[in-house]
């Protein structure tokens, strides 16, 4: 069974631009999550789909947002980035039933200059 | 507000030795804790998990024990392994609501030496 597939692996941006990560969970797996690594501050909540809908959201602005399509991969989308927006953006699926653990992409490195 | 902790940032063992690695929480509202490791370039990987009903879970050499009262949560690893080294990370959530919002400690490095 495939895993967690995040692409691209790597991207270096611009102050101000935008990026779109993509992410397509294992199959069968319906609930999408996407999380922010950074040294500071470790492995941080951002958002969580299911059937196309955000159920939860973490304490980021607004500038990240994201989306599920009827497939259930998901696309995650940074505008007018800024410098602490470096990190790596791991995307994660899951059953979405009790204790089924969350299962992780090898994430996109995403550098802002 | 760090409800999650990993105090120790890093852990050295020998081979063949036990790897204890350990996470404090502050939320008694967490009944479900995971174990993540890992590697460089890559994501991490579910380990172990217990839920709050357990003290204890076993997995091969992975051990995880839980202590609601003191809340705290330990990963035993034996023996260890050089291909043990890696980033662990301690994880928890309140199931009772969802289990993909996960909140994680800061990681833990462990190196196992040959």
């Known amino acids: 069974k495939a895993g967690v597939t995040q692409t691209p692996r790597y991207l270096i941006k611009t102050r101000g631009q935008q990026v779109t990560l993509s992410c397509s969970p294992i199959?069968?797996?319906?609930?999408v999550s996407w999380y922010q690594q950074t040294p500071g501050q470790g492995l941080q909540f951002l958002f969580e789909?299911?059937?196309?809908?955000?159920?939860n959201k973490g304490n980021f602005p607004g500038r990240f947002s994201g989306r599920q399509f009827s497939n259930s991969r998901s696309e995650m989308n940074v505008s007018t980035l800024e410098l602490g927006d470096s990190a790596l953006y791991l995307c994660?699926?899951?059953?979405?039933?009790?204790?089924?653990?969350?299962?992780f992409g090898n994430g996109t490195r995403l550098t802002v200059t | 507000d760090q409800q999650v902790k990993q105090n120790s940032p890093s852990l050295s063992v020998q081979e063949g030795r036990i790897s204890i690695l350990n996470c404090d929480y502050t939320?008694?509202?967490?009944?479900?804790f995971l174990w993540y490791k890992k590697y460089p370039a890559e994501g991490p990987t579910f380990l172990i998990s217990?839920?709050?009903?357990?003290d204890k879970n076993e997995d091969g050499r992975f051990t995880v024990f839980l202590n609601k009262s003191a809340k705290h949560l330990s990963l035993h690893i034996v023996p260890s392994q050089p291909g043990d080294s890696a980033v662990y990370f301690c994880?928890?959530?309140?199931?009772?609501?969802?289990?993909?919002?996960?909140?994680f400690g800061k990681g833990t490095l462990l190196t196992v030496n040959p």
């Open positions: 789909y299911f059937s196309e809908t955000q159920r």
């Open positions: 994660a699926s899951t059953r979405d039933a009790a204790a089924s653990p969350l299962h």
């Open positions: 217990i839920s709050s009903i357990k």
């Open positions: 994880a928890a959530n309140n199931s009772g609501g969802s289990n993909y919002k996960l909140t």
């Open positions: 199959s069968g797996h319906r609930s």
């Open positions: 939320n008694s509202m967490f009944d479900y």
